[in-house]
């Protein structure tokens, strides 16, 4: 064990060695004046701090704000400098809500190449386009179920084309709200090939118990719309632009309202009680039935709600009287 005797002797040693002009029981720290004045003295100016080094410094500049049409924006408002005539077009798109509706417009582009083929794409962003496909194929089910049940076994083709609706371009999906949507059927700012002929979209519009407002905009040259529509109990409002021609197929539990100007077009080829079936076309181009290959379909069903069909931008609707119980629901008329 150390003696403390040690351990004091040894510090008296520490402290003569430090200050040998002081006794060991007398040590004490130097003042602050006595400590500066030891001290060299030395420059009391500051040096200057060095500027940061730009690597790309020549080559910055200040780039002006955002304009619009010739406008400058506040400085606090993001604009995008993008022309109102560009339009966006999107193809695989599946929208789903519960009690929230879906509204909007959207453009599609059947021909536009989907996520999954790209070939530099990263494993996340794999992993995420096979979340997306099996989102597809779920919608693809929900959605022959709903129409099942909305058609609720009179028709006649005995349902859906499961291997048809699972290459759905677009789906709109909800349980208990309204959906209100335009659809336009375009080609892209750099247009994709099709594989020969016309590029179908197809779109699948489901609800429970909400409304369904859908009206196609247009639809290109190129290409055509395969539309399905159905609810269980929700009144369907769907207008087809004057460039639709194809099949139409009804399949409601009440007759459904044909608009003037749709009626013009119509031509009745099977009628019954709960299912009418008609094809379109534009009376001032000469058009057979049986010569038409690439052709536009539309499938409207519906359990017990209402149906109203008319042409897009010729048709004028009342939206809010559009479902008021005094107003008459006329059947057709065999063209």
């Known amino acids: ?174 349980r208990n709200s309204n959906i209100n949507i335009e659809l336009g059927v375009c080609v892209a700012s750099s247009p994709y090939q099709s594989q020969g002929g016309k590029a179908s979209a197809h779109v699948a519009v489901s609800t429970r118990q909400g409304n369904v407002s859908v009206n196609i905009i247009e639809i290109h040259q190129g290409r055509c719309i395969d539309l399905d529509v159905c609810t269980r109990s929700g009144n369907i409002l769907v207008l087809l632009p004057p460039e639709f021609s194809g099949s139409l197929a009804l399949r409601t539990g009440a007759p459904a309202r044909i608009l003037p100007g749709l009626a013009q077009h119509a031509h009745v080829i099977k009628k019954s009680d709960r299912e009418t079936l008609m094809y379109l076309f534009d009376p001032s181009t000469a058009v057979q039935l049986q010569s038409v290959v690439d052709e536009d379909r539309c499938v409207v069903s519906t359990r017990s709600g209402r149906v109203v069909m008319g042409l897009s931008s010729i048709d004028m609707v009342d939206t809010a009287g559009l479902w008021s119980d005094g107003m008459s629901f006329s059947g057709l008329e065999r063209g």
């Open 1 to 174: 064990m150390t003696d403390p005797s040690t351990y004091v002797r040894s510090e008296k040693e520490r402290g003569t060695v430090m200050y040998p002009n002081s006794t060991p029981e007398d040590i004490e720290p130097p003042s602050y004046e006595s400590a500066v004045a030891q001290v060299p003295t030395m420059s009391r100016s500051v040096s200057p701090v060095p500027q940061p080094v730009h690597g790309h410094s020549s080559s910055y500049q200040q780039l002006p704000p955002w304009t619009v049409s010739g406008q400058t924006p506040q400085q606090s408002a993001w604009i995008p400098s993008v022309s109102q005539t560009n339009r966006t077009c999107v193809n695989q798109i599946t929208l789903f809500s519960k009690d929230d509706p879906i509204f909007g417009t959207y453009l599609i582009d059947p021909v536009m190449p989907s996520s999954e083929t790209l070939p530099n794409a990263s494993m996340f962003f794999r992993k995420h386009c096979c979340k997306e496909e099996r989102n597809k194929r779920r919608a693809a089910r929900e959605h022959n179920r709903e129409a099942a049940r909305a058609e609720g076994g009179f028709s006649s083709d005995g349902g859906r084309d499961e291997s048809h609706t699972n290459d759905m371009n677009a789906a709109f999906r909800t």
